[in-house]
């Protein structure tokens, strides 16, 4: 019996590991996924501030507030995304040119 109980166990341990792993299913198509990974920064913020008013205004069903808050969350990632890479770059001249800094002016920076 207590064979019974640990493999019922066990049975209910990976049918939860397996829904957690499991990523619910999306609403969005591939087409939206492509056209809002192509975004720049402006656009992505802007549909994203479109997306947010559209689920405060109301109306909208069950379906369709899912669906646009999935946009917002993909549109937000996009905006994050290429905020990070700009913060990256502003960060990378930074350090050249703090390393750059001392020679600067000098005869050393001309060789």
Not at 25 to 36: P, V, W
């Amino acid at each position: 019996m207590a064979t019974a109980n640990k493999d019922s166990q066990d049975d209910k341990t990976e049918g939860t590991k397996a829904a957690e792993t499991t990523a619910p299913a999306s609403s969005l198509t591939d087409k939206e996924r492509d056209q809002i990974a192509q975004m720049p920064y402006e656009e992505a913020r802007d549909n994203l501030i479109k997306a947010v008013q559209a689920l405060e205004a109301g109306g909208l069903n069950l379906d369709q507030s899912m669906h646009q808050w999935e946009v917002g969350e993909a549109l937000a990632k996009r905006a994050q995304s290429l905020l990070n890479e700009v913060r990256a770059k502003l960060e990378n001249a930074e350090a050249e040119q703090q390393s750059t800094a001392a020679t600067a002016g000098t005869q050393s920076n001309l060789e």
